[in-house]
């Protein structure tokens, strides 16, 4: 199965500010197959992107996606209070599905 | 909107069986291209798959539960459920059903039942 790697394993930054997380995959992503939810405490997690992509709804454009291959990204431009949750990627390329291992996005 | 409400325990004894249901609204179980999905995650853990169903009964099992696992689905009720037998303090977790778009993405999820597992 491929195995998906996230890092950082906690980003601790301020609002306003720039985060970058990477997944990384043990083998090539057929299609670019990669997903990444939100999850904040106590919640079930949200779609954020599948396709790599492609925003699901209601995702505010200062969150992107990217990569193929094996190396994916969540970028989020600037910081809101709501970003601040754990992001997890997965894969659906190559069955069975896997999910990393979450980034934690935290204040600084 | 679709939303997926689950029911089921939150204890458990070492040795019993953990039965969930995920009752579907807003959409079609019987809707060709979805299959339902059971999720779960250990405390302070990441997300483990555990298994999916199709609307024709055809299921797909995470390996490393099979032998213990059960997964079924009824049209009538816009429902499925999860059974696993021989719990243990290890299968302790947060356990979500979702939506998972043709074997893609999970684009709608559960709110989530604790099961916890303790003599």
């Known amino acids: 199965e491929i195995v998906l790697t996230q890092s950082p394993g906690t980003l601790s930054l301020s609002p306003g500010e720039r985060a970058t997380l990477s997944c990384r995959a043990s083998q090539s992503i057929s299609n670019s197959h990669v997903a990444w939810y939100q999850q904040k405490h106590g919640q079930a997690p949200r779609l954020v992107f599948y396709g790599a992509s492609t925003r699901a709804t209601g995702i505010p454009e200062r969150i992107s996606g990217s990569g193929s291959g094996t190396e994916f990204s969540l970028t989020i431009s600037r910081l809101e209070p709501e970003d601040f949750a754990v992001y997890y990627c997965q894969q659906y390329g190559t069955a069975p599905l896997t999910f990393g291992g979450g980034t934690k996005v935290e204040i600084k | 909107q679709v939303q997926l409400q689950q029911s089921g325990p939150g204890l458990l004894k070492p040795s019993q069986t953990l039965s969930l249901t995920c009752t579907v609204s807003?959409?079609?179980?019987?809707?060709?291209?979805?299959?339902w999905t059971w999720i779960r995650q250990h405390p302070g853990k990441g997300l483990e798959w555990i298994g999916y169903?199709?609307?024709?009964?055809?299921?797909y099992y995470n390996p490393s539960l099979k032998s213990r696992l059960t997964i079924s689905i009824d049209t009538s009720k816009n429902q499925f459920s999860l059974n696993l037998t021989s719990m243990t303090a290890a299968d302790t977790a947060v356990y979500y059903c979702a939506r998972r778009y043709s074997k893609a993405y999970l684009d709608y999820w559960g709110q989530g039942a604790l099961v916890t597992v303790s003599s």
């Open positions: 169903i199709y609307n024709t009964g055809n299921t």
């Open positions: 807003g959409a079609s179980i019987s809707s060709d291209g979805y299959y």
